[in-house]
């Protein structure tokens, strides 16, 4: 079964400009989740869609982060401008329904804003 | 507020040594509560989960034990190998809810030979 696909690995832009990531979820889930995790923090939902409506977005900085889920299987996270705050790696996880803790995650997207 | 407390790393331990994390939480109502792992390189991964109290979490040989009394989830392991280096996430999610892991800080583990 193939897992979380995330690209790309690794981002370096300059503050202001603009980024996306994109993420494919493991075929079948139904809930997919978009993490930002700071240097030496742990994982922080930005936003949690269920098929491709929105679960939960109150920690998305809505004036600068936007997501998408067109047709409630991929899944795209958009910043900008970026801040110099934004660096971090981007987690996308899926799960096969929301609420139950079990996630699957893909390996990050590194984004250095400089 | 719904939040979760790991101690801080990062803990170097030598080849079979005994393993304790400690992670304390607190929530509304009755949370199911996990610890995940990740191992350099690759991406976070379920390690163990408890869903109510007392209930006893385990896999690869960690355990963690649901204790409602002390709102605590500790990570145990009786002899790590180097193959155990990675970061250990607690979390929990608040029961019933359709909503999303609340994770700690993370903890740094380093097993040398």
């Known amino acids: 079964e193939a897992g979380v696909a995330q690209s790309p690995r690794y981002k370096i832009i300059e503050k202001r400009q603009s980024v996306a990531f994109w993420c494919n979820p493991i075929?079948?889930?139904?809930?997919l989740y978009w993490y930002q995790q700071i240097l030496g923090q742990g994982p922080k939902l930005l936003i949690q869609?269920?098929?491709?409506?929105?679960?939960?977005d109150s920690q998305l900085p809505k004036d600068r982060f936007s997501a998408e889920r067109l047709k409630g299987v991929d899944s795209t996270l958009k910043i900008q401008p970026a801040k110099l705050e934004d660096s971090a790696v981007y987690l996308c996880?899926?799960?096969?329904?929301?609420?139950?803790?079990?996630?699957?995650f893909g390996e990050g997207s590194r984004l250095t804003v400089l | 507020g719904n939040s979760v407390t790991q101690m801080e790393g990062p803990v170097t331990l030598s080849e079979e040594a005994f393993l304790t994390i400690n992670c304390t939480y607190t929530a509304t109502g009755y949370p199911s509560l996990f610890w995940y792992v990740q191992y350099p390189g690759e991406g976070l991964q379920l390690l163990l989960k408890a869903t109510k109290a007392d209930d006893k979490g385990s896999n690869k040989g960690f355990e963690a034990t649901y204790r409602k009394e002390t709102t605590s989830f500790h990570l145990e392991k009786g002899s790590v190998q180097v193959s155990d280096s990675a970061v250990y996430f607690c979390a929990l999610i608040r029961g019933g809810s359709q909503g999303n892991l609340i994770f700690g800080k993370g903890t740094k583990l380093s097993v040398k030979p």
């Open positions: 075929s079948g889930h139904a809930t």
């Open positions: 996880a899926s799960s096969t329904r929301g609420g139950t803790g079990e996630l699957f």
């Open positions: 869609f269920q098929n491709n409506g929105v679960v939960d």
